[in-house]
């Protein structure tokens, strides 16, 4: 069997040879003390899950592993506006293929405005599309990042991408992320987003009290749902908003 070049980010483990505090943040949520091996599909793996379950904090944590700023960006963006990044980048195992990826990004929408300030101090917009992604809508900026910026070959580590865009444009961002795939990149995704998640080159990994799992794309809550109100929405709201 050939060797394969991706993944990139093969898989992530805590590591066995410290000891830790597991009272404490962040091995206090249940998702990140039973982080067990995290196995990266090729092309597309999602982390979906309750609100405070502990995405955000593994993204960052492996994005910061692998180099980047904790507020996103390049591997040249390195900067912080608060001091809130989490020790667990320094608790993981990552295991990587022998190819590295000639391009990177880590895409953070809880951060992003911070990157495009960064980014008109230091005048340096060409790869965006030229112009300042303050003079652009948010999801302008967005998808001016995913469609100008990304290059192919890459490792693209992304929290919440669609938090800017409309339905259209993130069925837009699905086709720029499949193309992209097909260009060798690998991405790792935490998103909300039940278009997003029906991507099928995809492993989900669905984060909850217990642990970390994988889960099918019709089993997750985003997507049941979605398509549960969707398809009865004048019902629920009747249960929704009924007077008590
Ligand atoms: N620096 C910190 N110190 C203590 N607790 C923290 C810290 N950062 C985050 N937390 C807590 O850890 C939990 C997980 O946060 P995280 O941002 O990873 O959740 P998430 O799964 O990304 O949620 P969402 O879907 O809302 O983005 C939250 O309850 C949060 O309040
Ligand atoms: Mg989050």
């Known amino acids: 069997m050939a060797l394969e070049p991706k993944p990139y980010l093969q898989q992530v483990s805590l590591r066995d040879d410290l000891e ?72 993981l195992r990552l295991i990587k293929s022998f190819r590295k990826p000639s391009d990177s990004y880590f895409l953070r929408a809880e951060s992003f405005y911070n990157v495009a300030t960064y980014m008109d101090e230091v005048d340096y917009l060409k790869g965006y599309g030229g112009r300042s992604l303050h003079k652009v809508s948010h999801g302008e900026s967005f998808m001016a990042t995913i469609s100008n910026k990304l290059r192919g070959n890459g490792l693209y580590i992304m929290d919440e991408p669609e938090s800017a865009l409309s339905p259209t444009r993130q069925l837009a961002a699905l086709s720029a992320i499949h193309k992209l795939v097909q260009d060798e990149s690998q991405f790792i995704i935490a998103t909300h987003s039940p278009i997003l998640l029906a991507y099928p080159r995809a492993k989900i990994y669905q984060f909850d009290s217990s642990g970390i799992y994988e889960i099918d794309y019709e089993d997750t809550e985003h997507y049941a749902i979605t398509r549960d109100f969707l398809n009865h929405y004048s019902k629920r709201l009747g249960d929704l908003l009924e007077d008590h």
């Not at 904790?70 to 608790?91: C, I, N, W, Y």
């Open 20 to 91: 830790f505090d597991f009272e404490a943040f962040p091995l206090s949520l249940p998702a990140v003390r039973e982080l067990g091996t995290l196995e990266f599909h090729p092309d597309v793996t999602f982390f979906v899950g309750e609100n405070g379950s502990g995405k955000s904090t593994v993204v960052e944590a492996i994005a910061v592993a692998l180099g980047f700023g904790p507020e996103g960006g390049t591997k040249s963006v390195q900067f912080r506006t608060a001091d809130t990044v989490s020790s667990l980048h320094a608790m």
